[in-house]
């Protein structure tokens, strides 16, 4: 296995590890005789708070946990390969502040799905490399805006039974998560004369040459 491989795989498990725990709670949930759907977010309501830490985790039917695998596998890849170093910030983070917000603004019923923390990690994704102005991460936006574009749709109460404020403050949480860690991760690399520059160093002056009759 090179270097390039392994690496790749490296970036690739964390994102594997995620989906894979959402789908072992949720075929747990279709054997057993206890809904754990119930432990979803019940928004204003105290037994509705341990959805905040659970909710994103359940989901209530095949084509529901089908719709967030892949979204939730490929953007949580592209945050480890390109964010590494403030992955687990960013996913914790997304995961609680949305499953507050919709505690705080949920409409009435359970609220679960992975679907808010994935409106947050395409959100982060797109805004950082816009703001970070770097070619690399600038190509990842548009990869996400072509890829998840239709995302937008999701944030407007539009279809009945469909979490949109969880989608909301997905985006909103990644928005601002963006701007917060616009410091943090790779940066487009420097010439030498704007180090220089950031240094305070003048370039050498030119040297004059008399010449000698």
Do not use: C
Not at 9 to 18: K, M, T, V
Not at 122 to 145: C, D, E, H, Q, T
Not at 182 to 204: A, L
Request: charged fraction near 15%.
């Amino acid at each position: 296995m090179n270097k390039s491989t392994k690496q790749w795989l490296n970036d690739l498990w964390p994102a594997l590890i995620l989906v894979g725990l959402m789908w072992v709670v949720f075929l747990t949930n279709e054997v057993i005789s206890y809904d754990l759907n119930q432990w979803g977010i019940y928004p204003e309501q105290a037994k509705g708070l341990w959805g905040i830490a659970f909710s994103p985790l359940l989901h209530g039917s095949w084509a529901h946990i089908l719709s967030n695998s892949v979204p939730t596998l490929i953007l949580t890849f592209l945050l480890v390969r390109f964010y590494r170093e403030i992955t687990f910030s960013v996913i914790s983070i997304s995961w609680v502040m949305v499953g507050v917000l919709v505690w705080i603004t949920g409409f009435s019923g359970v609220h679960i799905g992975m679907s808010g923390v994935v409106y947050a990690l395409a959100s982060f994704l797109f805004f950082s490399g816009l703001i970070r102005k770097y070619k690399p991460l600038v190509g990842i936006s548009f990869f996400v805006a072509f890829m998840y574009g239709s995302l937008i749709w999701g944030v407007l109460p539009v279809k009945e039974g469909v979490s949109w404020q969880s989608h909301l403050w997905g985006g909103v949480i990644g928005l601002i998560l963006a701007i917060y860690y616009r410091k943090k991760g790779p940066k487009e690399p420097k010439y030498q004369y704007e180090i220089e520059e950031e240094m305070g160093i003048e370039p050498d002056e030119p040297i004059e040459v008399k010449s000698i009759a």
